[in-house]
């Protein structure tokens, strides 16, 4: 049991700076490296000049990044439990709710599978695909959903569950690993082995076979890590899972992933208004929605770090500890946020060409899209500050067990406040009322997130 004293070491009792960094690094690192596996593929389709292609891909990318939402449930409502049941000195438990959480996952991923299978093209349709780009959305989505579901889902969730036990490196290594083997095979497919017009084909292909590889990765990290810590891959454990915890697991982690599945359906949202103007602003969205992932995913790896000391701190006692943590993170999060605003204002045209040439395919119709995606871009980097701290509240309540308020907090965040602002804006001001929907939506949100987390915070004190 070394490895497992070695890691209540780091939770309970590494200055928190440090505790803080060797958590949140790896996943920071894992995070950027899952940034580079989702846009990966819109970066080479943009090689082409094809708009219509990168419009394609931005209606497909919202039914991929579902699937994060889906691990959520329970990758992050059970790690975070494991986390608290570890720091309660619960481990025959927290095996149990690791092995429960994997099996369910899997039934989970399989079932999403037939469920976009058999609806496809209506729903590709609905999200705003036309008749340039629904070829190209059917052909990206079977590919990488109806087929690729499995070892997609299954990877984040292993990758949640490592990580909440201490082997935040493991966790990293899996991700990273198949985000920088489907930057190595998306060239080699798209341009190589797959003829020309086949190039979201290849790209599809080439993120299946990255999941697949990142899967097996982390399912022996998993079985190896499972006989030294509180983790478990026997289905014996699973049913050993009573209903107490499943519901505790329940109560987080149906919050955590309608968090993400909210903001998908405010994407979808989003990708219909766009659409609606044009594709090259659909394809322009998509590009900047790309873009402002980099300060999202640094920040997301931030509170996933603090989220397993967050609750092992929170059921041991050390609230003094666990303050510190959350002041800690905060702090972080808030500096990379303004610093990537001034990179944006700066560097917007730049960072949108990356996303799309104008050498090939329709040369006037890549300027525009790219003009498009740069003003984009300046107005909705505004609102990375208070994006932040909307998603350190919920972190930090999913570390405190509070399902209820973080519930709350994602319908509140997309259901009450953006997805209206959207639609309002987008009335007198058009595709710019769109853009500036996100800063305007967010900056309200983080007004009630913070509340609700000052008030959970006072309670778990006078308890």
Do not use: W
């Not at 905060?330 to 610093?339: D, H, P, S």
């Not at 595709?431 to 309670?459: D, H, M, N, T, W």
């Amino acid at each position: 049991m070394a490895k497992s004293i070695d890691k209540t070491e780091l939770f309970a009792r590494t200055p928190v700076p440090k505790a803080l960094r060797t958590m949140a690094i790896p996943t920071i690192v894992s995070q950027l490296i899952n940034l580079v596996y989702n846009v990966v593929d819109t970066f080479f389709i943009g090689r082409t000049g094809n708009s219509f292609m990168v419009a394609a891909t931005t209606i497909a990318f919202t039914l991929v990044m579902m699937m994060t939402a889906l691990s959520n449930l329970f990758g992050i409502g059970g790690g975070s439990h494991v986390a608290r049941l570890m720091g309660a000195g619960h481990s025959e438990k927290a095996k149990s709710v690791s092995s429960f959480c994997l099996y369910a996952s899997i039934l989970m991923a399989l079932a999403y599978s037939a469920l976009i299978g058999l609806f496809l093209e209506p729903l590709l349709k609905f999200f705003g695909a036309s008749d340039q780009t629904l070829g190209f959305a059917k052909s990206y989505t079977v590919i990488v959903i109806v087929i690729g579901a499995l070892p997609g889902i299954l990877s984040l969730v292993l990758a949640h569950l490592l990580r909440n036990t201490g082997y935040s490196g493991k966790a990293s290594i899996g991700l990273s690993g198949g985000g920088l083997l489907n930057v190595a095979l998306d060239p080699l497919f798209m341009f190589v082995i797959m003829p020309k017009g086949q190039e979201v084909t290849g790209a599809a292909l080439a993120t299946l076979i990255s999941n697949i590889c990142a899967c097996a990765y982390l399912l022996a990290a998993y079985a190896r890590a499972s006989r030294k810590s509180p983790l478990s891959i026997n289905p014996a454990d699973a049913r050993q899972a009573d209903r107490e915890n499943i519901r505790k697991v329940i109560s987080v982690g149906v919050p955590s992933a309608i968090l993400p599945g909210l903001f998908d359906v405010a994407n979808i949202c989003l990708n219909i208004l766009a659409a609606g103007h044009s594709d090259l602003v659909l394809a322009a969205m998509g590009i900047v929605m790309k873009a402002e992932r980099i300060p999202n995913a640094i920040n997301i790896g931030i509170c996933q770090g603090m989220l397993p000391i967050v609750a092992f701190n929170l059921t041991s006692g050390d609230h003094a500890r666990m303050k510190e943590t959350l002041d800690t993170a905060r702090r972080a999060g808030l500096t990379i946020a303004f610093t990537c605003i001034v990179l944006f204002e700066l560097l917007a045209g730049r960072i949108s060409g990356v996303f799309l040439s104008t050498t090939g395919g329709n040369a006037e119709s890549a300027v525009r899209t790219l003009a498009y995606a740069a003003l984009f871009l300046r107005i909705r980097c505004l609102a990375s500050p208070v994006q932040f701290m909307n998603y350190y509240s919920s972190f930090s309540l999913q570390a405190l067990g509070d399902g209820r308020r973080t519930m709350i907090l994602s319908i509140v965040r997309e259901l009450v406040i953006y997805i209206p602002f959207m639609f309002i804006l987008n009335i007198p001001f058009g595709e710019i009322g769109l853009a500036a929907s996100l800063p305007a939506g967010e900056a309200c949100s983080a007004v009630f997130a913070f509340r609700l987390l000052s008030k959970a915070l006072r309670e778990r004190r006078k308890d």
